[in-house]
């Protein structure tokens, strides 16, 4: 079965850069159609849709987030990486990662989640 | 200020029929598929409807997804607790050539 998990520091200071590991099972990001994408959600807020990676490499972007964000895959170790320049206390959240078949929304497995907070 | 327009509450009592609206634009809904998940509290948001109208094995066909123009919906039939959750719709917008999602409408059964 896909299973997706999480992986990162749980705090950062103010203008540090954030590194997040998607490990994942199940599923191979080198089988066409499949992506693995990054959604974020501050505490008591929505879902912010980040980034998303395909099986081609093909890469997406938030336009808000895009010159702070570079998602990168190793396909052999069945991991995505996330990293996300100047942190700021804004930028506090639990952040996804979650399995992609077709269109850059369709996440049908989600990670459980990592609560990283950025703080001085 | 989300991409996608939902209320942020709704509300019924067991056994009652509820409606979530979606409203967005041209480049999103218009013009691309809608999906819809359910985050209930402290869990990972799950999908519940892909595809417009579509539902993955296991969701219960209380819940129905439709599309009109710039617009969609969630209906939830025959209400229950357990269905209390937050809601939110997505798609990919063209002209962001990205994902956007809804605020989330938070569900309440009475």
């Known amino acids: 079965q896909i299973t997706l998990k999480e992986s990162g520091p749980t705090l950062v200071k103010p203008t540090q850069t954030l590194t997040l590991t998607c490990t994942f099972s199940?599923?191979?990001?080198?089988?066409?159609?499949?992506?693995v994408g990054w959604i974020r959600q501050p505490p008591g807020k929505a879902l912010e849709w980040l980034a998303l990676?395909?099986?081609?490499?093909?890469?997406r972007y938030s336009p808000s987030l895009k010159s702070r964000l570079t998602i990168t895959k190793d396909t052999s170790k069945n991991q995505v990486v996330l990293t996300m320049t100047n942190m700021d206390p804004v930028d506090t959240a639990t952040y996804y990662c979650?399995?992609?078949?077709?269109?850059?929304?369709?996440?049908?497995?989600w990670g459980q989640g990592t609560l990283v907070t950025v703080s001085s | 200020q989300s991409v996608l327009t939902q209320p942020p509450s709704a509300s019924g009592t067991p056994g009652q029929r509820v409606t979530i609206s979606c409203s967005g634009s041209s480049s999103n809904i218009g013009s691309n598929y809608v999906y819809w998940y359910q985050q209930l509290p402290g869990t990972a948001p799950k999908l519940l409807i892909y595809r417009n109208n579509q539902r993955p094995s296991g969701v219960p066909d209380r819940f129905s997804g439709s599309k009109s123009g710039t617009s969609a919906s969630l209906a939830i039939s025959g209400l229950r607790s357990e269905d209390e959750a937050d809601y939110y719709c997505?798609?990919?917008?063209?002209?962001?050539?990205?994902?956007?999602f809804g605020g989330g409408t938070k569900l309440t059964v009475l």
């Open positions: 990676i395909y099986w081609d490499d093909d890469k």
């Open positions: 979650a399995h992609v078949l077709g269109g850059g929304v369709e996440f049908d497995y």
């Open positions: 997505a798609a990919w917008d063209d002209s962001l050539s990205a994902g956007v």
């Open positions: 199940g599923f191979s990001l080198s089988t066409s159609g499949v992506g």
